[in-house]
């Protein structure tokens, strides 16, 4: 049984469709990237499947139920960072955090597990969150999402305005919790963000799907760019398709001095499906 199913959904602002038919799944037990720039959908999406917002269209099922808004005991199940987090300015850290695992009705587990994997000074709990830097606040908010051990974590941007120390802390506490059985879907347009941890990705563009699949199968569908250096010290670029075997097979037959394979980074092959697809 998949976690989450997401069938033909459509939203709609006014003239304007946001969303349009938009079908994916998300594995039980697998970090799942939804990739795509600001303004691509990404957030409508994890919105209507959270029941804050109200599909045109479409059908959605937690864990094999279809219902437009999760019942309180799949709310149980979840953890969700909004992208546009908002946290109460007049309780402390600490505060809030209770807050938040009396919502769900179940005890925080991993909250201070998880505040020291991420560099949480723990003492600043009991100072008030208007006191807290973004960064902060931020981290606050994931704790309050992870702290009950959720089936399935749906983080909407999650490192904004972390530091780059702290985004790898909390990009190996997802791949942690995957590894157990816990199931992650986060929404990026952080590239290298995706790279690092998604066993799939969506490529959202323009309220669509653009690709569905393994980073592998992704750059399957563009070539290498191979760069050799022949006897002599000359030097020559060129691209290739096919198998690794393949190319192995033909360096080896080329005899170079050195070589170099790289693969079209995440952006560009970014930018070069959203081309294709609209110049269809």
């Given at each position: 049984m998949n976690a989450i199913e997401i069938e033909d959904l459509t939203i709609r602002y006014g003239a304007e469709t946001a969303v349009d038919a938009l079908s994916f799944d998300v594995r039980r037990g697998e970090v799942f990237g939804f990739l795509g720039p600001n303004g691509a959908g990404k957030t409508s999406t994890l919105r209507a499947l959270l029941g804050l917002l109200k599909p045109d269209e479409g059908v959605m099922r937690w864990f094999g139920n279809a219902?437009?808004?999760?019942?309180?005991?799949?709310?149980?199940?979840?953890?969700?960072?909004?992208?546009?987090?908002?946290?109460?300015?007049?309780?402390?850290?600490?505060?809030?955090?209770?807050?938040?695992?009396?919502?769900?009705g179940k005890p925080a587990l991993h909250r201070d597990e998880f505040l020291d994997h991420l560099g949480f000074d723990r003492k600043a709990l009991r100072r008030k969150v208007r006191t807290y830097s973004t960064g902060m606040r931020q981290m606050i908010g994931l704790a309050t999402a992870v702290q009950h051990d959720p089936e399935v974590l749906v983080l909407d941007e999650p490192t904004t305005g972390l530091d780059p120390l702290v985004r790898g802390?909390?990009?190996?506490?997802?791949?942690?919790?995957?590894?157990?059985?816990?199931?992650?879907?986060?929404?990026?347009?952080?590239?290298s963000e995706i790279e690092a941890c998604a066993d799939r990705i969506a490529l959202i563009h323009r309220g669509r799907i653009r690709f569905l699949g393994s980073l592998s199968d992704l750059?399957?569908?563009?070539?290498?760019?191979?760069?050799?250096?022949?006897?002599?010290?000359?030097?020559?670029?060129?691209?290739?398709?096919?198998?690794a075997m393949e190319l192995i097979e033909e360096l080896r037959a080329m005899q170079p001095l050195d070589f170099e394979v790289r693969y079209a980074d995440l952006g560009s092959l970014f930018r070069s499906l959203a081309d294709n697809k609209e110049g269809a």
């Open positions: 219902a437009l808004v999760p019942n309180e005991e799949t709310r149980r199940r979840i953890g969700y960072l909004p992208g546009d987090l908002a946290l109460p300015n007049f309780l402390t850290g600490c505060e809030t955090l209770t807050f938040f695992a009396d919502l769900h802390n909390l990009i190996a506490w997802l791949q942690q919790r995957a590894a157990v059985g816990r199931t992650v879907l986060f929404s990026s347009h952080v590239l750059r399957g569908q563009f070539p290498r760019r191979v760069t050799v250096v022949e006897v002599g010290g000359a030097r020559r670029t060129f691209d290739r398709n096919g198998t």
